[in-house]
């Protein structure tokens, strides 16, 4: 017969000592270490898509020009991308094991 253990065990001389429990925490370094590298893709995706708006030119804003360069291949599809991509590292991270 196999006996049950409780967190506490009775020693040889009667006296009742805590057993301690094992460490639980689910996070390991390689979890922080893959949380670390989502935000700096997330933190690059959004320093890429920064620029002026539609209606600046030369640092100021004109309503009556025009700046294409909003929709730059820079700004549109490698920003957002980067973005995404770390969006699914931090959820590889949360979702590791140790």
Not at 13 to 22: M, S
Not at 26 to 43: D, H, P, S, T
Not at 51 to 56: E, F, H, I, L, Q
């Amino acid at each position: 017969m196999s006996k049950k253990t409780n967190k506490f065990s009775a020693s040889e001389f009667g006296k009742e000592t805590e057993v301690q429990p094992e460490n639980t925490f689910y996070f390991g370094q390689q979890n922080f270490k893959w949380m670390l590298i989502g935000l700096a893709f997330i933190v690059v995706g959004f320093l890429l898509m920064m620029g002026p708006d539609a209606n600046t030119v030369d640092g100021k804003f004109d309503p009556n020009s025009w700046n294409d360069g909003i929709f730059s291949i820079r700004r549109i599809r490698i920003a957002p991308l980067f973005v995404v991509i770390g969006f699914v590292i931090e959820v590889y991270a949360i979702l590791k094991r140790k």
